[in-house]
């Protein structure tokens, strides 16, 4: 059998791994789980939810049959509430705040979200529509959850709106940067596709700096909004980080997500560096391509780490390991020019540091040798700090600074929300979150005008 025949067969096999993991709820455990709900007066699931979706009328329309109902009411508060369905720690927002936690179990809010929304998008439902033209135009530079979700809501307030993005698919994290276990790329797509339908231009594979610039932008635009988001896992900084073997977890959830699953993990050893949830993701998208072990490696302690509890809990479920307390030194290469082993040191943490956080400090004469063929970086996100200082925007690293009332930047017609203003440390960057800036950002660029034409006016 040729190479070629191999690699399609182990592709085939490979990819039902990658099918989504958690089955949707059929009607009737969405309606048993619907007419549970107390559709409480003054909602605290309200209250906890970044974007305030209106829980329990959703859930009240579900329990009577109107579906659309159902799924325009999410989608009002959340341009990106399908994918939210999926990906929201829902435990920390929503569900955690229901209360019949007190007694017996919360609503799970995530499921009938996620229910609702499948239903329109099975249903090939178009559930908004354009405003009126007001002859303003606005353009916007990320088509991830802040973007989609500025574009959304500009174009409801009658806007013509521009999205710029260097993808050759629109819908940033959601669409390249989430395992397809958990958010398969067509929900992201159809949130895109409900933006598109209002009209908004959405012009992919377009890269500032290249095929646009930002002073064009500036000049050509009514406003200019920067939702790009953040850019690749930095460097590890240690020996031996040319060699072959060495992913960006970022990268690899991005090529499964197109599709590639024969990326040579099947029977490997890999090593993840890092405990967030791009960890997570790069440990259980190493298991489903074939590795017959998967350790996390993390400088700090369990109560330290950054990623969701679900998503903790789903990474054991799938046999990946956790090394506390452990971080690399030096690679080590076989005759090849491949990664064969890691020397690691072990580490104690001591007093907290400017950020709050205890200092990992290594403990002299703990090194020892890890055999591993694959190394994955999952240590944070670099800044798409170039872009940023093309518009000329004062930043903290990267950080954009923004007027916390208005989300305008040190430019006046330059606005920004996502994860781009997304403060180091401070905070929690989640796709909700992001939404809801997207939303503000709308808001404030609407309000922004409307006083302009009353100040004509007057």
Same mark, same amino acid.
């Given at each position: ?252 959830? @991005?090529?499964? !997500? ?5 990326? /040579?993990?099947? %029977?490997? *050893?890999?090593? +993840?560096?890092? #405990? &967030? ?65 890691? @020397?690691?040191? !072990? ?5 907290? /540091?400017?950020? %709050?956080? *205890?200092?990992? +400090?290594?403990? #002299? &004469? ?93």
């Amino acid at each position: 059998m040729g190479n070629l025949l191999k690699n399609l067969i182990a592709d085939d096999v490979l990819k039902q791994n990658f099918e989504e993991a958690k089955p949707s709820f059929n009607k009737q455990e969405a309606l048993d789980e619907a007419n549970r709900c107390l559709y409480c007066y003054d909602a605290p699931c309200i209250t906890a939810c970044p974007t305030g979706i209106d829980i329990p009328s959703f859930i009240k329309k579900i329990a009577s049959g109107n579906m659309k109902g159902s799924a325009t009411t999410i989608m009002e508060s959340n341009p990106v509430g399908a994918s939210c369905a999926r990906v929201c720690p829902t435990e920390e927002l929503c569900e955690g705040a229901c209360v019949l936690n007190h007694s017996t179990k919360a609503i799970p809010i995530g499921d009938l979200q996620r229910y609702a929304t499948d239903w329109a998008i099975k249903n090939e439902q178009v559930l908004f529509k354009a405003g009126k033209e007001n002859g303003k135009r606005v353009a916007i530079v990320g088509s991830g959850p802040a973007g989609l979700s500025t574009a959304r809501e500009l174009a409801r307030l009658g806007y013509e709106v521009t999205i710029f993005d260097k993808k050759n698919e629109a819908g940033g994290l959601d669409t390249f940067g989430i395992v397809p276990f958990r958010l398969p790329k067509e929900i992201s797509l159809w949130e895109v596709g409900q933006v598109e339908k209002l009209g908004v231009e959405i012009r992919t594979n377009t890269e500032l700096g290249k095929d646009i610039f930002a002073d064009e932008l500036v000049e050509n635009y009514d406003a200019v909004v920067l939702a790009i988001g953040m850019s690749k896992v930095p460097m590890l900084g240690i020996a031996g980080e040319e060699l072959a073997g060495i992913y960006d977890a970022i990268d690899l959830v @991005e090529r499964t !997500k197109e599709g590639h699953y024969n990326e /040579g993990f099947l %029977g490997k *050893r890999v090593a +993840v560096i890092g #405990a &967030g949830n791009t960890a997570i993701d790069g440990a259980t998208t190493s298991i489903r391509l074939g590795a017959e072990n998967v350790k996390i490696l993390y400088r700090r302690t369990e109560a330290e780490m950054t990623a969701y509890d679900f998503e903790y809990e789903f990474a054991k479920q799938d046999g990946v390991e956790f090394r506390w307390l452990t971080t690399p030194k030096r690679l080590i290469s076989d005759e090849l020019g491949h990664v064969k082993q890691m @020397e690691c040191v !072990k580490m104690e943490l001591r007093d907290p /540091g400017k950020d %709050g956080r *205890r200092r990992p +400090v290594e403990i #002299a &004469g703990s090194e020892f040798i890890m055999d591993v063929d694959i190394v994955v970086k999952a240590i944070g996100q670099t800044r798409h700090t170039e872009i940023i200082d093309s518009f000329g925007l004062e930043h903290d690293g990267g950080v954009v600074k923004v007027d916390p009332e208005s989300s305008i930047t040190s430019n006046p017609k330059v606005y920004a929300c996502g994860d781009v203003i997304f403060g180091k440390g401070v905070g929690e960057a989640m796709v909700v979150s992001a939404a809801q800036q997207g939303k503000e950002t709308a808001l404030s660029i609407h309000e922004r005008f409307n006083e302009s034409v009353n100040e004509i006016a007057l």
